[in-house]
């Protein structure tokens, strides 16, 4: 994935002329940290883990990004994971920089309480590290709510009383009682879902009628099929871990995941599809593909095989530059990732705004906010792509650019 960011960030820097001094400091992380802490298991044995945050610019405001749990978290993986939330929260116009981390662990092996543990000494080992304006943490890949609630508890405990409330906020996307923004839930996938409106709109036309297949159905797949459902778009086949399931005629989605929360988080076994090969699953007869999981998805192996007229990237990375090749090839526009998963982290910074301000908003207003925002930097994409005469992805990162570059030259070099 490292690789992949860093093709993305040079072609773009290539096509703006990004300043010399600016692209030097942009192409490194400012710090990398690196725990390895121990936790008691239920058993009674002890397991050492590895945690990571990697904090990459915070020329436009605090660290920020989530934090994954899989076993697939590494320094490389964390470093892309980190550069990709600078580009974000730049084109989102929002006043943070970029940072990734989490836990080298498969979540699925702990139980409820040693996952606890866990987050508390992962949170503890970080220390000062992370901080409400130095860097705050969010969920991402098997994380949520509830370890976001146990990241704050543990900060804050671990601090004066006399900072006990502002230090909560060290974390967004709490849960409602701790904090959290009515919304911030549905953040992500309800973004997903208004840059495929806005990408409709610009070919006249909308998404009633449109099939589509989503790829993880965790937080972000499934709420994006819930707002995609509301736009009277189709849900023609879904892919997780598991297995891979279709119905060219329509999967429900609230069904789906009524059954992924019976049974593992996995979509394998769904009685309303049939099911499918992996490999078949980008050559699914469709107009829109979301990838919705992990990163290096869309690659040289199955590029060719998606006849969709978009790949609308809810993950982060899901594209790798060989596979981006072939759908620039065959004519397939992508949304890309700084952009059409941004809902999530302007939901982040909406919970951020209403803690600072001790108030507590409605569903709507946050909606309406998110939709406003992405709208706003859709509009730039669509517009500085015709300027440069380039690609969405190209474009986004050109948005994101100038705005960094504007800020480095506006403040000059300490010292
Ligand atoms: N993990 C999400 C992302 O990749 C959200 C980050 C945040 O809210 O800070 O954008």
Redesign the pocket.
Known sequence: MYKVVMEQFERAADVMGLDPGVRTILAQTNNEIVVHFPVKLDDGSIAVFTGYRVQHNNALGPY???LRYHPTVDIDSARA?AIW?TW?TSLAGLPYGGGKGGIEIDPKKYSQAELERITRRFTYALGDNIGPDLD?????VNTNSQIMAWIADTFSSTKSPSTRFANLHVV??KPLGAGGLEGRDRA?GYGVVVTLKAWAERRNENLRGKRYIVQGFGNVGYWTAHFMAMEGATLVGVQDASGTVRDPEGIDPEALNTWVEQNDRSVAGFKGATTLDADGFFGIDCDIVVPAALGNQITARNAGRITAKVVAEGA?GPTDTEGEAILRKNGVEIIPDILC??G??I??YIEWLQNKRAEYWKIDEVLKMIHDKITTAFASVASTAVEFDTDWRTSAYIVALRRLEKAYKERGIFP
């Open positions: 920020k990004g989530g994971l939330m974000k705050i943490p969010a969920p991402d967004t996307g992500t982060n998963n941004s999530g982290v939901g982040s």
